[in-house]
């Protein structure tokens, strides 16, 4: 069913709800007010006429039927009986000669103990009345047709009705409007997002001037596609360079053994060649490799291996690690802000990788520095680690510091040194995984500092 549909119905629903109560209530206490109304003008006059009868010095049958045929009321039909201690009927008025009431000992029985009752014969309404005083003791039983109470209550009947279908058509109609008016700003976002393909990523979704719930979601669905054509873009510009990367070595392999089985070479001149390509496939390898890396960084963290990790044992591998990659490379741990709590050095996370990440910015600083050192500071605030590596090295403009964490990206005054670029994409990607952040402050000719923060477990 469609979703018109169901806020159509389902606004309907609730009017609906919503009159059956109030014509309910309004026809309800109407009808009960008539009832109540009526009874207590039957007991009115039931009390006024038990006064008259009990002054048996004065009481006039005739004349108490002359005031009864008199009395103007908007009542019609009325009769009026009284009846003794005995239930003998000692008086009794009737506004119709044929009319009559019938009444039964239980109501006058139930009278004399209760003092008043109400009871119905018929369409009429009736009230009796027990009057007790020193000279007489009778129930006075008074009756009638609300004709005017009653033909009110009908034509409140109808109004009630008729309002309350012309509210029915009217709130599924309104509905049906208001519901079309409410759902056509997501057609419209639907037909846009139906425009937008993965080769036409720049078009987007028209958000209004109106700032309300279908201007929020245009908003976060435009910042998803502007999320998504970076990471499309950013794929290609990955591919494009790795293929260039992993080309490069293999034409370098190729052409090299292609020259040299051009012609018959003594055994001096085949080791030349493969020695070289020796060191082109252990190029490739290692570009391989951290391509591997990359593309394990580049997941998810639901897939990793997560434990608690200590920051400061994963600190204290890099010196050894430096020496091994190059024996002129060098490490300065600072522990000297260690908290006394072993609880606050811990992170959850995948401890090689964030060896890696570490590793790979460790030896861009021992790489670019003159002294070939790198200085790290370790520092334990509320609730986060920081992990700041320094070294004196050329820095890096500032124009360029955007553009470091991009794949294959190489700061120009460092394109002479070996290396993929990848380095520091895949140390941010690293420290992202475990939701951290990396800073980067540099000054040309002075050095760089790289402050990484991640949230303690």
Not at 107 to 135: C, E, Q
Not at 240 to 267: F, G, M, W, Y
Request: charged residues 25%.
């Amino acid at each position: 069913m469609p979703v018109k549909i169901r806020i159509t119905l389902l606004f309907g629903l609730i009017v609906f709800v919503i009159l059956v109560l109030v014509c309910g209530a309004v026809y309800y206490f109407s009808y009960t007010e008539r009832i109540h109304a009526m009874r207590t003008r039957l007991t009115n006059r039931a009390i006024t006429m038990a006064r008259l009868m009990g002054q048996s010095n004065y009481f006039d049958r005739d004349l108490l039927r002359r005031i009864d045929s008199s009395t103007a009321l908007s009542i019609k039909e009325k009769t009026f009986q009284a009846y003794d201690y005995l239930n003998n009927r000692i008086y009794s008025y009737y506004d119709a000669a044929t009319d009559t009431l019938h009444v039964d000992t239980t109501i006058l029985d139930d009278a004399r103990v209760k003092g008043v009752i109400y009871f119905t014969d018929g369409k009429k309404d009736g009230v009796a009345y027990h009057y007790v005083d020193p000279n007489s003791r009778i129930v006075v039983v008074t009756s009638a047709y609300d004709e005017d109470g009653k033909k009110k209550i009908a034509e409140l009947r109808n109004i009630l009705w008729f309002s309350f279908l012309t509210g029915i058509i009217i709130a599924f109609a309104g509905g049906y409007f208001f519901s079309d008016r409410l759902l056509r700003p997501i057609k419209k976002i639907a037909d846009d997002i139906n425009e937008i393909s993965a080769q036409n990523l720049a078009r987007r979704i028209g958000a209004g001037k109106i700032r309300d719930e279908w201007h929020y979601l245009a908003e976060t669905l435009n910042q998803l596609f502007n999320r998504l054509q970076e990471s499309f873009e950013a794929q290609r510009r990955f591919v494009s360079n790795a293929s260039h990367e992993l080309s490069t070595p293999l034409t370098a392999i190729s052409s090299q053994l292609e020259v040299s089985l051009q012609k018959d070479r003594n055994a001096s001149q085949y080791r030349n060649v493969m020695e070289s390509v020796y060191q082109d496939v252990r190029h490739l390898n290692k570009l391989t490799q951290t391509l591997l890396e990359f593309a394990q960084a580049s997941g998810n963290p639901g897939g990793l291996e997560i434990q608690p990790v200590r920051i400061d044992e994963i600190l204290m591998r890099l010196p050894a690690e430096m020496k091994k990659s190059n024996k002129e490379y060098g490490v300065t741990l600072d522990f000297d802000e260690m908290p006394p709590e072993e609880e606050k050095l811990i992170v959850n996370g995948n401890g090689e990788l964030l060896f890696t990440a570490i590793k790979n910015i460790v030896i861009n600083a021992c790489k670019y520095s003159d002294d070939h050192k790198a200085h790290i500071h370790l520092k334990v605030k509320k609730g986060e680690i920081s992990v700041i590596i320094e070294d004196k090295g050329v820095g890096i403009p500032a124009s360029e510091l955007k553009y470091i964490f991009q794949p294959f990206y190489r700061v120009n005054n460092t394109s002479k040194s070996s290396g993929f670029g990848l380095g520091l994409s895949l140390a941010n990607r690293i420290i992202k995984l475990h939701k951290g952040a990396i800073n980067v402050a540099s000054e040309p000719g002075s050095g760089t500092q790289f402050a990484l923060t991640l949230p303690t477990s």
